[in-house]
């Protein structure tokens, strides 16, 4: 069935390079100009993403994950936003000089997203169908009759229980997990090579989150997509991410492959967040909180970003913003990220 | 990169203005203060306030003294706005028509302000059938235009010959609370509706605070911004509601002194002599104008996405 | 027998839905549907179960914020229910509740200090007008929340500082049993370690019971002794948190633990899954007979008639109260005890007292702040020499409430 469609979609003008990489975000910069001042919401992140990959973005709210990806997606509010520097690569060209046409016409059949709130997200005065069906007429200028039997095929496959029926229904017939099914009916309609979830599952129940990421796993499988997964969960991305970039104050503070992470923490805020987190497999858990809170982006703190909170702080760390350096086999920015590493 | 950082930053200057606490109402002072529109209808809302308490203060000629020599003057430095049909001065009648219009507005507004608010809150608050009935009613006499109403009732209870100033305010007063309270208790019934259902207002329910504490303290200061502003803007409306009572013969009628019954008489003239119409229709429209202004200014105020 | 101080006898609150022209009654939303559970004093009795199952409602109806449709609640001897006027308030003291949602739940016109006055306001005789600003400043203190800032306001502080807030004004009373519905679950997770410190702080210190309300297995398992399940309005499956999280014997039980994913990468596709189909059914018409058969990997055709009871029946080890024909113990996590691991304080502390609140104020320099925080710390922890600087100025986050989602 998807194999069909496949076919049937036009050839991208856009491939992967050959080791697979479709997407490279370079030393990207985004600040809110607002009345308090001017908000540095990223500073400098840099990643990729290859074809099949998952990689998890983790980090505390505020921290700047929601603003990469609507960054990468093209679709911050522009102002407030302003992105000084950086550049986000897709297939090799870069979407920040790219006419917003072209980049509007990538949106669904390159790079597509899920939000978090599925509910907000759909508009209410359209059937599910018909708004999955948009996508079809938009991009592929399908007729309507042909654009719901798409939305059927896909409600279907997204494991909506009689598709046929349902797709003329509005979106508040349909529970939490069912409209987080039906946005990324919409997401993957195109066969997008990249797929952005914005915390897909922070607003449902853990029965509905484990159905979520396991469709969305075997969509990805089936697909090769790259997908970027951003959450606050832990639990979540030790399940399904390849790797992991963790987040603070805008900067990408550690990224390392999955068991890395969780096993050799390199980052003092990544070791302190797996301390504050209570575990369903152990009794008897010290909880520890890291304290404090996250900065006000007006005002980044000098030096690291995480200094105010660090326990391990020294003189240095108040002047010097340490640099995202190799240590071992991941990545850490910190002054003494191999003391955490091995101590 | 890292310099400007620091230098943003400095030691100590994170928490300047954290110390300064600052509740929703002081925001929208702060805001406030900044508007030029809110400082100028603040001014002319002043200057009509001041007239109609102390009217000899803006003239000393007697409104009521009418030359019969020196009718449909126009302006001179005798007389500024000129003299209308029976010699008055127009200057002077106009400063002591503020006061009507004044009066009836202030007035007007606070009445439907505490009527319909309590109604509302109580409509709001308590739901059930309390709330079915207040709903039916308030929409029965939403449906009637305010100016309708208003010509309605006038017209039913005429003033007597010789009928006291105050006892004519009072019931055009009247009659725009009658007419104009489903506004306000609409809106607060909505904004109370809003405010139940957060959770400190359970907490205190749950703390056993009686309902009363909990309109007092919890409801009405959380549910009161809007009904305020539209009360300031309605006041504009009450003030040309009661011109138009007093242009119809029905609201305030001479001796007694109002814009209305100013412009009223002017019509005969019109044509003539337009001045007579020009300034006490100015005033009434700036009169209004102010009021609305302040509205709107206190409005966006309040309303945290606009600023 | 332990001793209980709070008994639910077969709660049930049931919503009328209005329908049609003239709003008549057309069904019920039957929230809370025969629940029954006692808590002990001293104790944490956590309730977890999907949303909309009736948690909410039951902490509400406990806390007679509405009135049941039946049942009753035996609290400390007393029948709650037939209570009412003085002695009710009075009751009033004893049972208090701490809200989900740290930005609707402080009334952002009042200062903290307000705030957490209204109880005294609200119970005069507590303490004496002229010791109620002591007593505040006394709270936030215990709160771990800096107490000069008694005259600022709700949004000035983080949702972590407002949950503290919204702790305070529900100890304000001294009440025996406190209601929690949900009250980490908006918070960060480095915040939230700190909100559960702080609360089994303040439950030995103050002998509170607690009934935690939350979706976050996890959190209840670490925070419970025993723990109740609930489906659909009913209590599905009842016992300590052992019973519960070692040898489950409801099915929905094991398909919620089996869903929690763990953050231990090394346990990926390790870990039985129960994936339930389906969604959960409306409580405006559940199921006959037991009311998960909808969804049941289970089921058999007895259970589309028979409704099962949640009586005691054997888990492997000894037995306890569970609502399946079929009852079984099946292990869903393999639970390693972790009670003996030292946590490294270089990452992470158990303190509960909020620097971030002292940091930003010249009176008290944050070395203070950390200074006082151990002495009152209650936790054994050996920890070296504090190795955090004593001239850092915190930076402050006052970002208003709006900007600052919970969890975003
Ligand atoms: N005032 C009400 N009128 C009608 N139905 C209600 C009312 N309050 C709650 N309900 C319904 O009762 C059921 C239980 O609601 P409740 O809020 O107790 O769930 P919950 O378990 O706390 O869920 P969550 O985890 O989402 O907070 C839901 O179906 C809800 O829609
Ligand atoms: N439209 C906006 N205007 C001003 N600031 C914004 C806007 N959108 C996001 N921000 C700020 O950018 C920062 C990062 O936000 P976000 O990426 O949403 O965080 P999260 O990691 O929780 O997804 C936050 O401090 C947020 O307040
Ligand atoms: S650089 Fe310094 S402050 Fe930053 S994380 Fe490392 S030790 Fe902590
Ligand atoms: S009684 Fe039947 S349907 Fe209900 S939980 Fe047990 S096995 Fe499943
Ligand atoms: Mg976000
Ligand atoms: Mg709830």
Redesign the interface.
């Known amino acids: 069935m998807t194999t069909t469609t496949t076919s049937s979609a036009p050839v991208s003008d856009y491939k992967p390079d050959a080791d697979g990489r479709l997407l490279e975000v370079d030393d990207l910069h985004v600040e809110f100009h607002t009345q308090e001042g001017v908000a540095k919401a990223i500073n400098g992140v840099s990643f990729d993403l290859h074809q099949g990959e998952t990689l998890a973005i983790l980090g505390e709210s505020g921290s700047g994950k929601s603003v990469t990806a609507q960054a990468v997606m093209g679709i911050l509010d522009m102002p407030p936003a302003v992105i000084p520097s950086g550049a986000i690569r897709y297939c090799g060209q870069d979407l920040l000089t790219m006419p917003e046409e072209q980049r509007r016409k990538m949106r669904g059949p390159e790079i597509s997203m899920i939000f978090q709130d599925a509910l907000s997200s759909l508009n209410p005065t359209f059937p599910v169908g018909w708004q999955i069906g948009e996508m079809f007429r938009q991009h592929r200028g399908m007729n309507k009759s042909d654009a719901y039997a798409q939305a059927v095929r896909l409600m279907e496959r997204v494991a909506i229980p009689a598709a046929k029926e349902r797709v003329k229904q509005y979106p508040h017939q349909f529970s939490g997990g069912m409209r987080q099914r039906i946005m990324i009916a919409m997401a993957i309609a195109l066969d997008p090579a990249v797929l952005i979830a914005d915390e897909p599952t922070t607003a449902l129940d853990v029965t509905v989150q484990a159905q979520i990421m396991a469709l969305l796993a075997e969509l990805q499988e089936e697909r090769q997509m790259g997908l970027i997964l951003i959450t606050h969960d832990l639990g979540v991305v030790a399940d399904v991410a390849d790797r992991a970039a963790v987040m603070y104050a805008g900067r990408i503070v550690a990224k390392a492959g999955i068991d890395d992470l969780y096993a050799r923490p390199a980052h003092p805020y990544t070791r302190g967040l797996l301390e504050s987190i209570p575990r369903l497999d152990q009794k008897g858990q010290t909880l520890a909180a890291i304290g404090g809170l996250p900065p006000n982006l007006t005002r980044i703190p000098a030096g690291c970003a995480f200094n105010p909170r660090c326990r391990m702080a020294q003189d240095v760390c108040r002047t010097d913003v340490p640099a995202l350096r190799d240590v071992g086999q991941q990545k850490s920015a910190c002054h003494f990220a191999e003391e955490v590493l091995n101590g | ?2 310099d400007t ?2 230098a ?2 400095a ?5 300047d ?2 110390g300064e ?5 002081q925001d929208a002072w702060r805001s406030l203060k900044k508007n030029k529109m809110f400082w100028i209808s603040v001014a002319l809302i002043g200057v009509f306030v001041l007239m109609a308490i102390w009217p000899s203060l803006f003239t000393s000629k007697d409104p009521g003294f009418g030359d019969i020599n020196n009718v449909r003057a126009t302006p001179s430095a005798e007389h500024w706005f000129g003299t209308d049909t029976q010699g008055y001065d127009i200057y002077a009648r106009t400063i002591y028509g503020a006061r009507a219009s004044i009066i009836v507005g202030i007035l007007a507004s606070l009445t439907t302000l505490l009527l319909g608010g309590v109604l509302g809150v109580l409509a709001g608050f308590y739901g059930g059938w309390l709330d079915a009935l207040l709903s039916r009613i308030t929409d029965i006499f939403y449906a009637i235009p305010l100016i309708l109403g208003g010509i309605l009732f006038m017209a039913s209870f005429p003033n007597g010959a010789n009928s006291n100033y105050f006892v004519v305010v009072g019931k055009v007063v009247l009659v725009l609370t009658v007419f104009g309270w489903p506004t306000i208790a609409r809106l607060m019934r909505s904004s109370v509706l809003q405010v139940k259902p ?3 207002v ?8 009686s309902p009363w ?1 909990i309109i007092r ?2 409801i009405l ?2 549910a009161l911004a809007p009904a305020i502003v539209v009360a300031t803007i309605n006041l504009g409306v009450f003030i040309v509601v009661e011109a138009t009572l007093s242009f119809l013969g029905i609201g305030l009628t001479p001796p007694a002194i109002s814009w209305g019954v100013a412009i009223s008489d002017a019509l005969n003239a019109i044509r003539t002599y337009p001045h007579i119409l020009l300034f006490p229709s100015l005033f009434l429209s700036l009169a209004v104008l102010a009021f609305i202004l302040l509205g709107d200014a206190v409005r966006d105020a309040f309303d ?1 996405k606009s ?1 | 027998m332990a001793d209980v101080i709070l008994k639910a006898d077969d709660l049930f609150k049931h919503y009328p839905i209005k329908g049609g022209v003239l709003r008549r009654t057309v069904g019920h939303v039957r929230a809370v549907d025969g629940v029954s559970f006692e808590l002990n004093r001293g104790e944490t009795l956590g309730i977890v179960g999907e949303s909309g199952c009736g948690k909410s409602t039951l902490g509400r109806v406990l806390m007679r914020l509405e009135e049941p449709t039946s049942g009753t609640v035996n609290f400390d001897g007393v029948d709650m229910f037939s209570q009412s006027g003085s002695t009710m308030r009075k009751l009033r003291r004893d049972i208090q509740i701490v809200f989900q949602d740290p930005y609707t739940s402080l009334n952002p016109r009042k200062t903290v200090g307000d705030i957490i006055a209204e109880p005294f306001e609200i119970h005069p005789d507590v303490v004496p007008k002229g010791g109620r600003k002591k007593a505040v400043q006394e709270l936030l203190e215990m709160v771990g929340l800096n107490p000069e800032h008694i005259n600022r306001y709700p949004h000035q502080f983080s949702g972590g500082q407002r949950q503290r807030i919204g702790i305070a004004r529900g100890i304000a009373l001294r009440p025996k049993v406190l209601i929690c519905d949900e009250p980490v679950s908006a918070l960060d997770v480095s915040v939230q370690a700190q909100v559960i410190n702080l609360m089994e702080k303040l439950q030995d210190e103050l002998g509170l019971s607690y009934i935690f309300i939350a979706h976050d297995l996890s959190v209840v398992r670490h925070i419970s002794d025993r723990v109740g399940v609930m489906y659909l309005g009913r209590m599905v499956e009842l016992g300590t948190e052992e019973e519960i999280y070692q040898r489950p014997t409801h099915p929905y039980t094991q398909a919620l633990l089996s869903a929690v994913p763990v953050p231990d990468p090394t346990m990926r596709g390790k870990r039985e899954q129960i994936v339930l189909t389906g969604d959960v059914p409306s409580p405006a018409n559940p199921p006959s007979g037991c009311r998960f058969h909808t969804r049941c990997f289970k089921a058999q055709d007895r259970c589309k008639v028979d409704d099962p009871e949640l009586i005691a029946r054997p888990d492997g080890v000894a037995e306890h109260r569970s609502a399946c024909l079929f009852a079984e113990p099946r292990v869903i996590v393999e639970t390693t005890d972790v009670t003996d691991v030292e946590h490294d304080s270089r990452f992470a502390t158990t303190e509960v007292v909020d620097f971030d609140d002292f940091a930003d104020d010249s009176g008290l320099m944050p070395a203070d702040a950390f200074a006082t925080a151990d002495r009152s710390q209650s936790v054994d922890e050996t920890e070296g020499p504090l190795d955090r600087p004593s001239n850092t100025h915190g930076p402050v986050d006052d970002e208003p409430l709006e900007k600052r989602g919970p969890r975003v």
Do not use: C
């Not at chain 2, 030691?11 to 928490?15: N, T």
């Open positions: 990169m890292t950082i620091a943003t930053v030691p100590g200057a994170a928490g203005d954290v606490a600052r509740s929703l109402t957060n959770e400190y359970l907490a205190a329910r749950a703390l056993g605070a504490r303290s919890h200061p959380n945290p600023r």
